[in-house]
């Protein structure tokens, strides 16, 4: 992969500039540092706030696929076994759908905090991967919301068992907090591995990797992605493909993505022809 093409004099110039312009002393720098940080915790401190308020809708969503896959089956529940347990689940709800909703303002307050002693060109290469990232770990939360916990607890039921003469029913009566940790376990893990195109492109295009060595440790990459499906998904084969077949197809994706980028300089830096 090649690096980014040199800037003309006359651009490279106006860029030192700029960034001499706004350098400052470590004291402003540590200001600064604390106003972006102080600017993320008002952010997050209400969402949290909202989303504690409609705490138990967010639940509602979060457990619709358990609830789907037991409809018009009597006697169906969610369970707590201790008495601060439903409230601290309220608490989890709130502060995780807090760092979600909140995640494009902390990367924006880190954003703005780094800029400034970037040059023009790096901006505009750094700018689609940040905003790339946020909706990178939507796709793999959705995933995990509308395939990936469904085959799961379906999955999960299939334990089941009425019992036999002289033996006892076995059914699932699953603990609020613990069905809560599987989903929030599995959102940020999805999210987590659906970053790999974006991670894989950024280091393409700073010149870490190249096209050619991607292209070489394909079968690397594809064995890789099965055994993080193996790890991250629940232990059942529908889930394990549901991971391990997006992360090869949005590897894929990333190499078109560098030979797009790829191409694009090399036409950049060629001469218009006669």
Known sequence: MTSLPNLPDSASSRDDDEIEASRAPLIEHLIELRTRLINSLWAFGIAFAVCYYFAGHIYDFLVEPFAQQVTGQAGRRLIYTAPQEAFFTQIKVALYAAFCITFPVTLNQIWKFVAPGLYRHEKRALWPFLAATPVMFVLGAALVQYLVMPFAIKFFLSFESAGAVGSLPIQMETKVSEYLSLVMTLI?????????????????????????????KRRYAILAAVVLAAVLAPPDPLSMIALAIPLIFLYEVAL???????????????????
């Open 188 to 216: 940020f893990a999805f999210g987590v591995a659906f970053q790999t195109p974006v991670l894989l492109v950024l280091l393409a295009r700073v010149g870490v990797l190249t096209l050619e060595d991607l292209r070489s």
């Open 256 to 274: 078109v993505i560098i030979w797009w980028m790829d191409r694009a300089d090399k036409k950049s830096v060629e001469p218009p022809a006669p």
